[in-house]
Antibody, heavy 122, light 112 residues
Framework: QLQLQESGPGLVKPSETLSLTCTVS??????????WGWIRQPPGEGLEWIAS???????YCNPSLKSRVTKSVDTSKNQFSLKLSSVTAADTAVYYC??????????????WGQGTLVTVSS | QSVLTQPPSVSGAPGQRVTISCTGS?????????VQWYQQLPGTAPKLLIY???NRPSGVPERFSGSKSGASASLAITGLQAEDEADYYC????????????FGTGTKVTVL
């Protein structure tokens, strides 16, 4: 059974960089059939796609966040990571990592991590 | 910045049928991209409920069904149960933003 687990600090100061890692177990991040994504959810609000990465390093990012986002993948550790710079209180959210299929007309997230709350506060 | 619009809330008594609409545009659902539905129980991660417009992953009860027409989609829950009380999100792909998975605004389902 595929499992994803987010890790990273729960508290980040304004203007600093938020760093999160997702560790994948029960399957290979190098699978040719899937991308790996980040989604966030501010408290009491809806879901927002942040970015996706393929094991080869190809990446895609929400245009509204693109200037602040850095994405990477480490196939040797079966992990992928997200860095979000210059954070503000508006970046406070539960951050999820997820596996997604992207083939032809289909694009969906089938396995999700449990999520990690990141609070931006001094 | 949700580009898919859902009603904020729907409600129904146990055993009833409820539907949730998801309205997109010609750059996402209307362009032919599949629609997915996710169920989010309080304090938990979203769970894939419907993929490819109308397909249920293994383990999802048959009372959940999805459909798509034009630039809109719908999720129906028949035989509503107390455990169905949750937030539901539709999701698709938007070709105007390469790589962008777009989510709906979300709908809270309340079982009366």
């Amino acid at each position: 059974q595929l499992q994803l687990q987010e890790s990273g600090p729960g508290l980040v100061k304004p203007s600093e960089t938020l760093s999160l890692t997702c560790t994948v177990s029960g399957g290979s991040i190098s699978s040719s059939s899937y991308y790996w994504g980040w989604i966030r959810q501010p408290p009491g609000e809806g879901l927002e796609w942040i970015a996706s990465i393929y094991y080869t390093g190809s990446t895609y990012c929400n245009p509204s966040l693109k200037s602040r986002v850095t994405k990477s993948v480490d196939t040797s550790k079966n992990q992928f990571s997200l860095k979000l710079s210059s954070v503000t209180a508006a970046d406070t959210a539960v951050y999820y990592c997820a596996r997604h299929s992207w083939v032809g007309w289909e694009y969906y997230f089938d396995y999700w991590g449990q999520g990690t709350l990141v609070t931006v506060s001094s | 910045q949700s580009v898919l619009t859902q009603p904020p809330s729907v409600s129904g008594a146990p055993g009833q049928r409820v539907t949730i609409s998801c309205t997109g545009s010609s750059s996402n659902i209307g362009a032919g991209y599949d629609v997915q539905w996710y169920q989010q129980l309080p304090g938990t991660a979203p769970k894939l409920l419907i993929y490819g417009n109308s397909n249920r992953p293994s383990g999802v009860p048959e009372r959940f069904s999805g459909s798509k027409s034009g630039a809109s989609a719908s999720l129906a829950i028949t035989g509503l149960q107390a455990e169905d009380e949750a937030d539901y999100y539709c999701q698709s792909y938007d070709r105007s933003l390469t790589g962008s998975g777009v989510f709906g605004t979300g709908t809270k389902v309340t079982v009366l």
